[in-house]
C-alpha cells in the first residue's frame, strides 16, 4: 500500500507472510535443530552409496555371524545376524524410511486434496458420495487395513509405500474439505466469481494458497506417522523385504533371548528411529507456531 | 434425536457391508488358499476334500451370500488356523474381553495422568517441572510402541533376574483380598500402550490451560482479588477441560479395538494378535469376523463420541436443523 519514497527518513524493509514465518522459524531453536538433524538424515539416505563402507547385502560370516559394536576397526557397529556390517545396514536404513516417509504423504496428499478440494467446494452430490467413500475408508483402523492390504498385494517396498498411502489419504481429505467449507463463503471468493473466474481458478488460484499452511502442517506430521507405520509392518515381519535395509525390521530382529549380548542389533535402529521422529515433530511444531502465530505461545 | 442415531446406525450398516464385500473380494483374489500354504504336503485329493469341506471350492458369489446369511444371525463359521477349529465367534469372545480389558485400564491412566500433568506444566510454565512433562510427551509421540514394549521386556525380564519367561512374571495384588496380576496380562502392556495417549493428552492439556491462563477473565479474576485455587477451578479448568474433549474421545475406539504391536510383543491373546496371526495364516472366518468387529465397535464409538459433543457443548447440533 505504501511505497516507500527513495531516500525516504523510514524505508520500511519489505515484508512478506512467508518471509515472517521463516524469521519465526529460524528464532525457534528446537524447530532449528529438528530441521539439522532432518538435513543430516537427508544427507545420509541420499548419499548412502558413498558413505556405507560396504554392500547392503554383503555377509561377512556365516559361522557365528553376529559381532558386537567397537571391536572390530573394520566393523565399527558390528555385524547383524547374518554377518553383514551394521554400519551399512544402518545408513541404508535411513534411504529406505526417508522414501517411505516422503513418498507416502506425497501420494496420498495428491490424492486427498484435489478431493477434499472437490468435496468441499462443490458440495451436492459429488460431496455426498465422497463422504461416502471416506466413511467407507474409515471403518476399520488404517493400520490394520494397511496390513490386511500387504497381505493381499505381497511385501516389499513398493508395496508397503502404496499400502500405506492408500490408508493415509483421508486426513488431508477432511482437513482440505474444512479449509474448503470455511473459505467457499468467504468475499475474496464471492467477488473473484462475480467477476468470472473458473472454478478451478477458484480453487487453485484463491483457495488453495489461503489453505495452504494448515496442509503443510499436517505434511510434516504425516511424514513421522508414514516412518512409524512401516517400521511397525516391517516389525512384524510382513513390511520391507531382505535384503532391503529398513530400522523396524533390524528392530523386530534384534528381539530375541540373544538381546542382552548382541544389544547392538535392536539398540541402534531404536535410536535412529527415535531422532527421526524428535527431527519430524520439531520441525512440524516450529512450522505451526511460526505460520499459525495466533496459535503460538 | 433419535431419527438422527438411526440414520447414524443405517449408514454403519452399509459401510460394514460395503466393508465386508471388500475384504472378501481382495482376500480371495490372492492366488493359492489357506490350505495350500507353506510345507503342509497336502496331496490334491486331500486339497481338494478339505476346500470342499469348508466350501471353498463354490464360486465366490455363493460363498459371500453364504458368509453373509451367516454373519446376519452372528455366524461367522469355524476358524481354519486355530487349534481345534473352534467357531469365530467363540475365538472372539474369548480374546475381546483381553483387549478391553487392557484398553480400559489404559484410557484410565493416561487420561487422569496426562490431564494432571498437563494442568501442572501449564501452571508451572517453564520451570522444571514443565521441561520434564514435555520431555515425557515427545518421548511417549517420538518412540514407537514395539521400541517401548521391547525395551521394557528387557528391563523388567532380564535385569530384575524375574527369568526370561515373561508369562512368570507377577505383580503383587494392588487391592488386598484380589488375585496378582502377570506382568505381561496388565502393567507392562498398559505401561506401554499409555505412553501415547498420555503424551498427546498432557500436550493438549497443556496448550488449552495455558490458553485459559492468559485469557481476560482470568485477569479480571486476579484483578478481583480471587485466590489462584479458585481461580484455578472455577475459571481456568472448566474452560480449558471442554475443549478438550474434542482430543480425547477420538482415542478411545482406538484403545477399545487394541494395538497390533503391543499384543504381539507380550503375547496378549487379544483382537491385535489374532488379527496379525489370521491374516498371515490366511485364516478367511476370522478376519472377516474381525474386520466386521472392528468396524462396528468403531462406528458405534464414533457415533457415541458425536452424541457426547452435543451434551457437553449446546451449541453443536446433531441435524443441523431444529432440535437436538
Redesign the interface.
Known amino acids: 500500500m505504501t511505497t516507500p519514497a527513495a531516500g525516504g527518513p523510514a524505508v520500511l524493509p519489505r515484508r512478506s507472510p512467508w518471509g515472517d514465518a521463516a524469521r519465526r522459524f529460524s528464532r525457534n531453536r528446537l524447530a532449528m535443530f529438528g530441521l539439522i538433524l532432518l538435513l543430516c538424515l537427508g544427507f545420509i539416505a541420499l548419499f548412502a552409496d558413498v558413505l556405507a563402507p560396504y554392500e547392503v547385502g554383503q555377509a561377512f560370516r556365516t559361522q557365528r555371524a553376529y559381532l558386537r559394536p567397537f571391536i572390530n576397526p573394520d566393523h565399527p557397529l558390528g555385524l547383524d545376524g547374518a554377518g553383514r556390517d551394521y554400519l551399512t545396514r544402518l545408513i541404508y536404513g535411513a534411504r529406505t524410511s526417508l522414501l517411505v516417509g516422503l513418498s507416502v504423504p506425497l501420494i496420498s496428499f495428491l490424492i486427498g486434496v484435489p478431493l477434499g478440494a472437490l468435496s468441499g467446494y462443490r458440495g451436492g452430490w459429488i460431496d455426498f458420495v465422497i463422504q461416502r467413500l471416506v466413511?467407507?475408508a474409515?471403518?476399520?483402523?488404517p493400520?490394520?487395513f494397511a496390513?490386511?492390504?500387504l497381505?493381499?498385494v505381497g511385501s516389499g517396498v513398493e508395496n508397503v509405500i502404496f499400502v500405506l498411502a492408500i490408508t493415509g489419504w483421508i486426513e488431508p481429505l477432511r482437513l482440505t474439505r474444512a479449509q474448503f467449507l470455511a473459505y467457499r463463503e468467504k468475499d475474496f471468493v464471492l467477488s473473484a466469481r462475480a467477476l468470472g473466474a473458473t472454478d478451478l481458478r477458484i480453487i487453485a488460484g484463491h483457495i488453495l494458497p489461503n489453505a495452504i499452511s494448515p496442509l503443510l502442517i499436517s505434511f510434516t506430521f504425516a511424514v513421522?506417522l508414514a516412518i512409524?507405520a512401516e517400521?511397525?509392518l516391517s516389525?512384524?515381519g510382513?513390511g520391507i523385504t531382505e535384503p532391503t535395509a529398513s530400522w523396524?525390521k533390524m528392530?523386530?530382529s534384534g528381539?530375541g533371548?540373544s538381546?542382552?549380548v548382541y544389544y547392538h542389533v535392536?539398540l541402534f535402529p531404536?535410536l535412529l528411529?527415535?531422532f527421526t521422529?524428535?527431527g519430524f515433530?520439531f520441525v512440524g511444531d516450529g512450522l505451526q507456531e511460526a505460520l499459525d502465530p495466533n496459535r503460538s505461545? | 434425536m433419535t431419527g438422527y442415531i438411526l440414520r447414524r446406525l443405517l449408514a454403519l450398516l452399509f459401510v460394514m457391508l460395503v466393508v465386508s464385500v471388500i475384504v472378501f473380494v481382495l482376500m480371495n483374489a490372492v492366488p493359492g488358499g489357506p490350505f495350500s500354504l507353506g510345507e503342509r504336503g497336502y496331496t490334491p485329493d486331500a486339497l481338494a476334500n478339505l476346500e470342499r469341506k469348508y466350501g471353498l471350492d463354490k464360486p465366490l458369489v455363493e460363498r459371500y451370500w453364504n458368509f453373509l446369511s451367516g454373519a446376519l444371525q452372528l455366524d461367522f463359521g469355524y476358524s481354519f488356523a486355530v487349534a481345534g477349529s473352534p467357531p469365530v465367534t467363540e475365538v472372539i469372545l474369548r480374546a475381546w474381553p483381553v483387549t478391553l480389558h487392557i484398553g480400559l485400564y489404559t484410557i484410565m491412566l493416561s487420561f487422569t495422568l496426562g490431564i494432571l500433568m498437563g494442568i501442572v506444566a501449564a501452571y508451572r510454565r517453564n520451570t522444571w517441572i514443565d521441561n520434564l512433562v514435555t520431555f515425557t510427551a515427545t518421548l511417549g509421540i517420538t518412540l514407537p510402541s514395539f521400541i517401548i514394549a521391547t525395551f521394557l521386556l528387557i528391563l523388567f525380564g532380564f535385569q530384575n533376574g524375574w527369568g526370561d519367561n515373561p508369562r512368570e512374571w507377577i505383580i503383587p495384588p494392588l487391592f488386598p483380598g484380589t488375585a496378582p496380576l502377570l506382568a505381561t496380562d496388565y502393567f507392562l502392556p498398559v505401561f506401554t500402550y499409555a505412553l501415547a495417549p498420555l503424551a498427546l493428552v498432557a500436550r493438549y492439556t497443556r496448550a488449552s490451560v495455558a490458553d485459559a491462563l492468559s485469557a481476560d477473565y482470568v485477569r479480571t479474576a486476579r484483578a478481583k482479588g480471587l485466590t489462584d485455587r479458585r481461580i484455578m477451578f472455577r475459571h481456568v479448568l472448566r474452560n480449558a477441560l471442554i475443549p478438550m474433549v474434542t482430543v480425547l474421545l477420538p482415542q478411545i475406539p482406538n484403545l477399545l479395538t487394541g494395538s497390533l504391536f503391543i499384543e504381539v510383543v507380550y503375547g496378549i491373546p487379544g483382537l491385535g494378535k489374532f488379527f496379525v496371526t489370521s491374516i498371515t495364516n490366511r485364516d478367511y472366518p476370522m478376519i472377516m469376523g474381525l474386520v466386521l468387529l472392528v468396524a462396528f465397535l468403531w462406528g458405534i464409538t464414533y457415533l457415541i463420541t458425536d452424541i457426547l459433543y452435543t451434551l457437553i457443548d449446546p451449541r453443536v447440533r446433531l441435524t443441523g436443523r431444529g432440535s437436538a
Open positions: 466413511d467407507v474409515t471403518a476399520i483402523p493400520l490394520l496390513l490386511f492390504l497381505s493381499v513421522p512409524f517400521a511397525g516389525f512384524l510382513i523396524g528392530v523386530g528381539i533371548s538381546v542382552l535392536a531404536t528411529v527415535a521422529m524428535l515433530s505461545r
